[in-house]
Nanobody
Framework: QVQLVESGGDLVQPGGSLRLSCVSS????????MGWYRQAPGKQRELVAS???????NYADSVKGRFTITKDSAVNTIYLYMHKVSPEDTAVYFC??????????WGQGTQVTVSS
């Protein structure tokens, strides 16, 4: 059974930093594209950042220069380092793994709230 387990969501002040983690099964980690999506209240889910098995990274324009996606093969985990956060970054953040053939898996989500 494929599992993607996120953690790290929290309440953080504007301008602060946060790290999200997503642990996956080894088979998924080594061969699937993986990434972070987010969904704010009343808005559609959007791609924040992605990383391929070959370490090609892609970012939404709204987070470029502030967020960084990385992966650690020793622990089958991807991370999202979030810096200089603003209230507009408030959302539920979801980890996703997918292939070009259409197979995809989602995590359960972790809440990030940016507020003073």
């Amino acid at each position: 059974q494929v599992q993607l387990v996120e953690s790290g969501g929290d309440l953080v002040q504007p301008g602060g930093s946060l790290r999200l983690s997503c642990v996956s099964s080894p088979s998924i980690f080594s061969s699937y594209d993986m990434g972070w999506y987010r969904q704010a209240p009343g808005k559609q889910r959007e791609l924040v950042a992605s990383i391929t098995p070959g370490l090609y990274r892609n970012y939404a324009d709204s987070v470029k220069g502030r967020f960084t996606i990385t992966k650690d093969s020793a622990v089958n985990t991807i991370y999202l380092y979030m810096h200089k956060v603003s209230p507009e970054d408030t959302a539920v953040y979801f980890c996703k793994a997918w292939t070009n053939s259409g197979t995809s898996y989602w995590g359960q989500g972790t809440q990030v709230t940016v507020s003073s």
